[in-house]
């Protein structure tokens, strides 16, 4: 089993910035990719960001300006870079990693919590 662990949200004033941490634990041999999703009230996961091994980013509907996703493979963690912040960006975000759990079996899906990030004055 795999456990993703976020933290980094809360409550910011528009044009602020925030920076999420995401940090993957458990039966790990390797990570193919890990993301970032955002959910409003009521509707569905939206993809904000995605990086692979190799370090090749995905970009969702955010503007890649102001979201910026990293990682560090060697302690399995995954960064959002939020800048110049917005009052839509209000959504529980979420963590996901795709992990091989072995050298010979196809990736499982896994998720975080979700932390809120809330962009208000």
């Known amino acids: 089993q795999v456990q993703l662990v976020e933290s980094g949200g809360g409550l910011v004033q528009p044009g602020g910035s925030l920076r999420l941490s995401c940090q993957a634990s458990?039966?790990?041999?390797?990570?193919?990719?890990m993301a970032w999703y955002r959910q409003y009230p009521e509707n569905h996961r939206d993809l904000v960001a995605e990086?692979?091994?190799?370090?090749?980013?995905v970009y969702g509907g955010t503007p890649k300006g102001r979201f910026t996703i990293s990682r560090d493979k060697a302690k399995n963690m995954v960064f959002l870079q939020m800048t110049n912040l917005k009052p839509d960006d209000t959504a529980v975000y979420y963590c996901?990693?795709?992990?091989?759990?072995?050298?010979?079996?196809?990736?499982?899906?896994?998720w975080g919590q979700g932390t809120q990030v809330t962009v208000s004055s």
């Open positions: 996901n990693a795709e992990v091989y759990p072995n050298s010979r079996d196809p990736t499982k899906t896994y």
């Open positions: 458990g039966s790990i041999f390797s990570i193919h990719s």
């Open positions: 990086i692979t091994s190799d370090g090749s980013t």
